[in-house]
């Protein structure tokens, strides 16, 4: 069954440094989202991209995020100057259409577990 | 952001029993809800989802029941086996111009032997 990877599976960066992270949403799929989870918390939704521009986005998506899709199967997150409470779970997920059309759910990666240090 | 809430955070049930996870929700604009399973170290999985027109959806030994004029719904597990031992999570989506899920807590359902 075709699946959602995100690497690296754990990075570690210092406080300030960009980080990217890194994932591969099913081939077919055109809509794809990053969601966080902080430990202890709920998973959060940060942003969605649809036709090569972000169709939402939360509060929590600040300027110091962005999103890219680089080639015809990346999906890239990238942090410009990480902070501490930015250490979470990120999950990349996609699905072919919105969820109240067409019946079709979000698939959610196995995440990439950032550290700030 | 309590729109979604999961008010137990830990259920225990033996193999062959069922299992009733519940899940309440504060905003009526909602208009389709789902359930995920997690393992540790593995992301969210899709078990089940239900529209907001409907108030049952019965995939296998799963079943998702929505009470809209009580803003509730739950997920039966019959029968209940030891895989089923994950971490369920409800989510909502408020449809329309947004595709964003919000999700409540999570519930850990341990299913003993």
């Known amino acids: 069954e075709p699946e959602v990877t995100q690497t690296p599976s754990h990075q570690v960066t210092q406080m300030g440094q960009e980080v990217i992270l890194r994932c591969v949403p099913i081939?077919?799929?055109?809509?794809f989202y990053w969601y966080r989870q902080i430990l202890g918390q709920k998973v959060e939704f940060l942003v969605s991209?649809?036709?090569?521009?972000?169709?939402?986005k939360s509060e929590i998506f600040d300027d110091q995020f962005s999103v890219e899709r680089p080639d015809g199967s990346n999906f890239t997150l990238k942090i410009r100057s990480t902070k501490l409470e930015d250490s979470a779970m990120y999950f990349c997920?996609?699905?072919?259409?919105?969820?109240?059309?067409?019946?079709?759910?979000?698939?959610f990666g196995d995440g990439t577990r950032l550290s700030i240090l | 952001d309590q729109q979604v809430k999961q008010n137990s955070p830990s259920l225990s049930v033996q193999e062959g029993r069922i299992s009733i996870l519940n899940c309440d929700y504060t905003?009526?604009?909602?208009?389709?809800f789902l359930w995920y399973k997690k393992y540790p170290a593995e992301g969210p999985t899709f078990l089940i989802s239900?529209?907001?027109?409907?108030d049952k959806n019965e995939d296998g030994r799963f079943t998702v029941f929505l009470n809209k004029s009580a803003k509730h719904l739950s997920l039966h597990i019959v029968p209940s086996q030891p895989g089923d031992s994950a971490v369920y999570f409800c989510?909502?989506?408020?449809?329309?111009?947004?595709?964003?899920?919000?999700f409540g807590t999570g519930t850990l359902l341990a299913v003993q032997p």
């Open positions: 997920a996609s699905n072919i259409a919105p969820d109240s059309d067409s019946n079709q759910p979000q698939h």
């Open positions: 081939s077919n799929h055109l809509y």
């Open positions: 991209f649809y036709n090569n521009e972000i169709s939402e």
């Open positions: 905003n009526s604009m909602f208009d389709y």
């Open positions: 239900i529209s907001s027109i409907k």
């Open positions: 989510a909502a989506t408020p449809g329309g111009a947004t595709n964003k899920l919000i």
